[in-house]
């Protein structure tokens, strides 16, 4: 790997100062350097490049924050799946496992060839309104539609494959990736599901019924959620990060990504002793 990503999270010192020290390790070493433009204004340095073409130039890209800065780039993956290897310097630290006392060490075992990839699959959601295809987004985590904070209960008529599944009376939807499963989803009720399984999970949130729980779809599942609530305040999110309001009679339509994105994690990695020490998984 010739050539290094770095982003950090901005408003984290921390974050920064240790992109500062890595940038400088790296160039030691021999690696080219890139910086997102984020991080290189924080930094008061030049060159930097928005996320999309610093993952298309680069062989690796290191995240230095939390979970929620490793979803905001996977998002600019641009459908090239280039490794990234997340430092924690955020909350949970699901997806960004690494210590910051240890980066130094885990890059130099990537430099060295001593890691494995994890691929993670996406979705891509479509908005559609007066059948025409408005917003385009693609999630790794989760793609979720919320009413607002003064709105009443949802109506959205759900199909998978063409087929009526059924229309939810409820918060809102959340259609995730096994990755997501651990997040919002989680907290709806949803299944935990190993990352490797390609599936996509579909949870309501806060059905007023109760005959509607969540349901595991298959990989190769086209998912179409209308919303049919009467002015309403109903919002779209993806990853928590971005999105759009929505109107009535919208069409949300959700499948799996043809791309994915790749994490690196070292040999001895498993999903599993991150329930145990993250979600704290058997504890009594």
Not at 114 to 133: F, I, K, Q, T
Not at 244 to 263: G, I, P, Q, T, Y
Request: charged content about 25%; glycine content about 10%; overall charge positive.
């Amino acid at each position: 790997m010739k050539s290094i990503g770095l982003v950090a999270k901005r408003n984290r010192p921390e974050a920064l100062a240790l992109a500062r020290r890595l940038s400088v390790w790296l160039r030691r070493r021999r690696r080219a350097v890139l910086l997102d433009d984020e991080t290189a204004a924080a930094l008061r340095l030049g060159g930097g490049v928005d996320k999309r073409e610093l993952m298309r130039r680069v062989d690796l890209v290191v995240v230095l924050g939390g979970d929620g800065t490793l979803l905001s780039v996977a998002r600019h993956s641009g459908g090239r799946p280039v490794p990234m290897l997340g430092v924690n310097l955020g909350g949970l630290g699901f997806l960004t496992d690494v210590r910051p006392e240890e980066a130094f060490r885990a890059i130099e075992r990537v430099l060295a060839g001593r890691y494995r990839l994890e691929p993670r699959g996406m979705l891509v959601a479509s908005v559609v309104r007066d059948g025409r295809r408005v917003r385009r987004f693609q999630a790794l985590n989760d793609v979720v539609i919320n009413k607002g904070a003064l709105a009443r209960i949802l109506d959205l008529a759900t199909s998978v494959d063409a087929v009526p599944l059924c229309t939810y009376k409820a918060d809102g939807l959340i259609l995730a990736t096994p990755t997501g499963s651990t997040a919002y989803s989680l907290s709806a009720g949803g299944p935990i599901v190993e990352p490797s399984v390609g599936v996509v999970l579909l949870s309501p949130i806060c059905p007023h019924t109760l005959t509607q729980r969540p349901i595991v779809l298959p990989g190769r599942a086209r998912i179409r959620v209308a919303v049919r609530s009467p002015d309403e305040d109903v919002v779209l999110t993806v990853d928590g990060q971005e999105g759009m309001k929505l109107a009535s009679e919208d069409v949300v339509e959700v499948r799996r990504a043809r791309n994915h994105v790749l994490l690196v994690r070292s040999p001895a990695h498993s999903f599993f002793e991150l329930l145990r020490t993250k979600l704290r998984w058997g504890e009594r």
